[in-house]
């Protein structure tokens, strides 16, 4: 017997379609799993407007610096470094003890002017020009945050502050 020739037009046009077809099948997929990787369009924390407030009254003394004394972002209230200086005559005393007390009553009333409390304070930093003057600090905020049970955070930080300075406190608050 003899043979058959091969048909080798049928079996590439079927080939072809394979192939067609396999790759519509992939791009599908690729779409598919594409869609499902990208994040959603929900609204984001970082693309809505928060109100950025700078918090400052007469008896809050000014920062030197170009940045306020205080500022609050949403309800985040943010401090920067917050002196023992007199609210009224804007001197720093010598005597460590009424730095700490005006220190601490700065910020009672940043934290007023905020729409808050003392007890929204979360976390407070004290720098110190020497750790010396730690257990009238600790007085001072004994007295300030009266309640043990309900105090925040504190770090006491040893600092090169400016001359005359021996304390700067700085705090974060939720109001």
């Not at 079927?14 to 594409?34: G, L, N, Q, Y």
């Not at 984001?44 to 004394?69: G, L, N, W, Y």
């Not at 930093?125 to 004994?142: F, M, Q």
């Amino acid at each position: 017997m003899a043979k058959r020739p091969a048909r080798k037009a049928p079996k590439k046009a079927a080939k072809k379609v394979v192939k067609k077809t396999a790759k519509k099948v992939v791009r599908k997929v690729v779409k598919k799993t594409a869609k499902k990787a990208a994040p959603k369009k929900a609204a984001s924390v970082a693309s809505q407007k928060i109100s950025r407030v700078e918090i400052a009254a007469a008896d809050i003394p000014t920062h030197p610096q170009p940045f306020p004394t205080a500022c609050k972002v949403g309800n985040v209230v943010f401090s920067s470094a917050v002196s023992g200086e007199d609210p009224v005559t804007h001197e720093i005393p010598a005597d460590p003890k009424l730095q700490a007390e005006n220190a601490f009553r700065t910020v009672r009333r940043i934290m007023e002017e905020a729409g808050g409390t003392l007890d929204n304070i979360g976390k407070v930093t004290v720098y110190v020009k020497d750790r010396d003057i730690r257990p009238i600090v600790n007085a001072v905020w004994e007295k300030v945050f009266n309640n043990p049970k309900s105090r925040p955070v504190r770090h006491m930080v040893p600092f090169d502050l400016p001359p005359g300075r021996a304390l700067q406190v700085e705090f974060l608050a939720v109001v």
